[in-house]
């Protein structure tokens, strides 16, 4: 079965370290998307890729930078972790930028970052 | 912009009865998608129905219905005959091609009682 995998599910890192977020994505979907979970926020788009060598910025890319040099991955690196980067990670993918049906975007199961 | 609004930040329901969550939106692009995921205690973020705005019929997925109330720009998902599995975070999101990305609202979580 097609499957969107995250990996670590769990960091725990220092102010200042560079960290990967790996995303893998067996669906062969053109379009992924990386998200941060904080309470009292729901998810807020960090940066968007629809498809190899494309990548956009979302609504919080501060601090945050990704790379498409295939379909299947979205590698999400925080340049220099800061504390306010502590949150949860969710990694999506989805068919196509046109038509609503094929904007529906399937999930990772995310990455608990803490940084200390 | 597009905006989505969640205003019940929790809600209950005792087993078997149904429930509706609300969920109203802002968008000034005529074609749009409406999504609704469930996201339980474990986590991950499940997809459970959507309906495009040229849709004419409210969409229904299992247990899951949509009231798609477009004057009103209201998307309020109905579950009936709620079960204890039930019980997770639910989040509205709004797509339209003009934005070309999902944006989603604060979420409500539901509990199911016994």
């Known amino acids: 079965d097609a499957e969107i995998t995250q990996s670590p599910r769990h960091k725990i890192t220092e102010t200042g370290r560079q960290v990967t977020l790996a995303c893998h994505q067996t669906?062969?979907?053109?379009?992924m998307f990386w998200y941060r979970q904080d309470l009292g926020h729901g998810l807020r788009l960090i940066h968007y890729?629809?498809?190899?060598?494309?990548?956009n910025k979302g609504e919080v890319s501060d601090g945050y930078s990704v790379s498409r040099s295939n379909t299947e991955d979205l590698p999400l690196t925080l340049e220099s972790a800061a504390s306010s980067q502590t949150s949860v990670y969710f990694c999506?993918?989805?068919?196509?930028?046109?038509?609503?049906?094929?904007?529906?975007?399937?999930f990772g199961a995310g990455t608990r970052l803490s940084v200390l | 912009a597009q905006k989505i609004t969640q205003t019940q930040p929790g809600m209950f329901v005792q087993e078997k009865e149904a429930v509706t969550l609300d969920c109203t939106y802002d968008?000034?692009?005529?074609?749009?998608?409406l999504f609704w995921y469930k996201q339980p205690s474990s986590g991950e973020m499940i997809f459970l129905i959507y309906?495009?705005?040229?849709?004419?019929q409210n969409a229904t997925e299992g247990r899951y219905s949509l009231n798609f109330q477009k004057a009103r720009k209201s998307a309020n998902l109905v579950i009936s005959a709620s079960q204890l599995g039930d019980s997770a975070m639910y989040f509205c999101a709004i797509f339209s091609g003009g934005y070309n990305k999902l944006i989603f609202g604060a979420g409500t979580r539901l509990a199911v009682h016994p």
């Open positions: 999506a993918s989805s068919e196509s930028p046109h038509g609503i049906l094929g904007n529906i975007q399937y």
């Open positions: 890729s629809y498809g190899v060598q494309d990548t």
């Open positions: 968008t000034s692009d005529p074609s749009y998608g």
């Open positions: 309906q495009g705005s040229y849709d004419q």
């Open positions: 669906w062969n979907h053109n379009n």
